[in-house]
């Protein structure tokens, strides 16, 4: 069962609030939802953390409306978790973030200081790469997705309805444009600003964060320790689950 609050603008944010003990704050990426991208560790973690977990607004149950993606989305994705978070009041929180979840975990923890104590980020490079446009505008048109991109196509559908598929994925590329072009910052000119004791996490097999970018987001972050899981791409918690759940939970315990 999920719980849901109305945020300030109207969008409604759906979200799990399992177990007991130290809060965390548990966000997905891109084209998922909380349990989609972070069931392994809410299942693991809720035994000892409690744990809160929303699907992003527009994704999954936190609809409608539905998703969008203004070149800011990644700090309106932070707002609106520093407003889930000002409503439940659970006091400051360690933030898991994956992937588009992890920049906004890092805007999060810049901006409002207050609500985060520590942040565990894969996944993230802090901008947004030429690379990483190249790469994404081969997804267009998605009229033209063949089989190899068959099980994301179904799973987009499956988790946030047919109508979203297009929009969804046009919207991203359109949005990562945008970004470069205004000079490429996610939340690599804010890292200086995060005071608590950060872990950046990059599978070894990454294409388009690229190496260097997450290197030098980690250099700019004061209390922060970058670690590469050998054997990895991307999602970290589908490759190589039981090294991300050790390493997150070595950063709990220290």
């Not at 446009?133 to 946030?160: G, K, Y």
């Amino acid at each position: 069962m999920m719980h849901n609050v109305t945020l300030h603008d109207g969008a409604l944010l759906a979200y799990h609030d399992l177990g007991s003990g130290p809060p965390l704050l548990l966000i997905h990426g891109f084209t998922g939802t909380a349990r989609s991208h972070m069931g392994v560790l809410i299942d693991n973690l809720k035994h000892g953390y409690r744990v809160i977990a929303p699907d992003l607004r527009g994704y999954g149950a936190s609809r409608p409306p539905n998703r969008t993606f203004p070149p800011d989305f990644y700090q309106r994705d932070a707002a609106d978790m520093a407003e889930l978070l000002d409503i439940l009041q659970p006091g400051p929180v360690v933030v898991l973030g994956f992937s588009d979840g992890a920049e906004s975990a890092l805007v999060l923890a810049a901006r409002r200081p207050d609500l985060v104590r520590g942040v565990v980020a894969w996944g993230v490079a802090g901008v947004m790469s030429q690379a990483m446009v190249e790469a994404v505008q081969d997804w267009l048109p998605v009229s033209e997705w063949d089989e190899r991109r068959a099980a994301w196509r179904e799973e987009i559908i499956e988790l946030h309805g047919r109508e979203q598929l297009e929009p969804m994925i046009e919207g991203w590329v359109r949005a990562a444009e945008a970004i470069v072009a205004a000079g490429g910052d996610i939340c690599l000119r804010e890292a200086p600003q995060i005071r608590c004791p950060t872990l950046l996490i990059n599978g070894d097999g990454e294409r388009n964060n690229l190496p260097e970018d997450v290197q030098r987001l980690a250099a700019a972050i004061p209390n922060c320790r970058l670690e590469f899981v050998a054997n990895s791409g991307h999602s970290i918690q589908d490759d190589q689950p039981a090294v991300l759940i050790r390493l997150i939970r070595q950063f709990l315990t220290s």
